[in-house]
């Protein structure tokens, strides 16, 4: 076992400018460090994502960052209120969200370079 002291994640989009506008000033994400082609976002819990610009990005197919939160519902209403709607996928509510009895609650939306993000209140 290696000792640990954090985790992080790492994503592309194509557009960093049109990241940070996201991740930061409409989710607010600290914007941790910035350096010519990336940008580290922080959490209120210390965790860390850097997200990179990659010329010739392509979205995945599944969720590359979640955010925790205690309300999945209450979430999504605060999304709603910045405008950023989730997808209302197959085995999800009216609200878009899966109830999972033993992984909590779910949704997911697209990022502005089409990234799946989760809101979850667990994993």
């Known amino acids: 076992m290696i000792t640990q002291t ?3 994640a790492n994503f ?3 557009d960093l400018d ?3 506008k996201f991740y930061v000033d409409k989710l607010g994400f600290k914007l941790s460090e910035k350096h010519e082609g990336n940008i580290v976002i922080e959490s209120e819990s210390g965790a860390k994502a850097n997200i990179y610009h990659k010329e010739d ?3 995945w ?3 590359v960052f979640g955010i925790e939160v205690e309300n999945v519902e209450k979430a ?3 999304l709603e209120h910045m405008a ?3 997808e209302k996928l197959p085995g999800t509510d009216d609200k878009g969200i899966a109830h999972d009895p033993e992984m909590g609650d779910a949704a997911w939306f697209r990022d502005p370079a089409d990234n799946w993000v ?3 209140n667990g994993l």
Do not use: P
């Open 6 to 8: 954090s985790i992080h």
């Open 12 to 14: 592309s989009v194509d």
């Open 18 to 20: 049109e990241a940070k």
């Open 57 to 59: 990005h392509v979205a």
């Open 61 to 63: 197919d599944s969720t």
């Open 76 to 78: 999504i209403d605060e």
């Open 84 to 86: 950023i709607y989730v």
């Open 118 to 120: 989760c809101v979850s």
